[in-house]
């Protein structure tokens, strides 16, 4: 298995323009989410999904969509990029909605928007 | 706004030694789970403690938990140089498997 897997690691965006960051997962699990870690400030939650069709916010979702197609890919799309959502940016997966499982985390993509 | 504080910020040691990580949270939670990150890397699961938990053992890992005090200890006995990276803990407060994560603790083993 490949476990969860993001692309791209690395991408630079001038201000306003839009991209999606691509997440994907080959374990079938139901859970997947993504996260913002920024320096000082650990990891906080953009958007979860609990299966395919179901998506939710999470701490700090404005300036990103989301949408759950399929159980495998988790998309995170920035509409119009600002300066503050430079950050590096991790998906997750586990396997079902219950907080009892483990989280499995992609490598990251580090964004840079200038 | 984060959950958990995480005690200290830095911690340097010798290879050997052993390494304490505190997490205070502040709702109630229904797991702790704490995770590791090597730079530049993503996170790795380490352990989980359920919320009627008071202690749990992974190796040479040692977790503990007073929900009473909402806190969380992280002990890593005989440290080695490649328990070099951040440990966080992150809690789960409706078994939604929303993870609320604490700023993290920068552990340096020098060999």
């Known amino acids: 298995n490949a476990g969860v897997t993001q692309t791209p690691k690395f991408q630079v965006l001038k201000t306003g323009q839009s991209m999606t960051l691509q997440c994907a997962q080959d374990?079938?699990?139901?859970?997947m989410s993504w996260y913002r870690q920024d320096p000082g400030m650990g990891l906080r939650l953009i958007h979860y999904?609990?299966?395919?069709?179901?998506?939710d916010q999470g701490e700090v979702p404005n300036g990103y969509n989301v949408s759950r197609s399929t159980t495998e890919d988790f998309p995170l799309r920035l509409l119009s990029a600002a300066p503050s959502q430079t950050s590096v940016y991790f998906c997750?997966?586990?396997?079902?909605?219950?907080?009892?499982?483990?989280?499995?985390f992609g490598p990251g993509t580090r964004l840079t928007v200038t | 706004s984060q959950q958990g504080e995480e005690d200290p910020q830095a911690l340097s040691i010798q290879e050997g030694e052993n390494a304490t990580m505190n997490c205070s949270y502040k709702?109630?939670?229904?797991?702790l789970q704490w995770y590791r990150q090597n730079s530049g890397r993503g996170l790795v699961h380490l352990i989980l403690?359920?919320?009627?938990?008071r202690e749990k053992h992974s190796g040479r890992l040692r977790v503990t938990l007073d929900t009473s005090k909402k806190s969380s200890s992280l002990l890593i006995t005989a440290s080695r140089a490649a328990d070099t990276a951040s440990y966080f803990c992150?809690?789960?407060?409706?078994?939604?498997?929303?993870?609320?994560f604490g700023q993290g603790t920068t552990l340096q083993v020098k060999p």
């Open positions: 403690i359920r919320s009627n938990e």
């Open positions: 374990m079938n699990h139901e859970y």
């Open positions: 999904s609990v299966g395919a069709g179901i998506t």
């Open positions: 997750a997966s586990k396997e079902g909605g219950q907080g009892l499982d483990e989280q499995y």
């Open positions: 709702t109630s939670i229904n797991n």
């Open positions: 992150a809690t789960d407060n409706g078994n939604t498997g929303k993870l609320i």
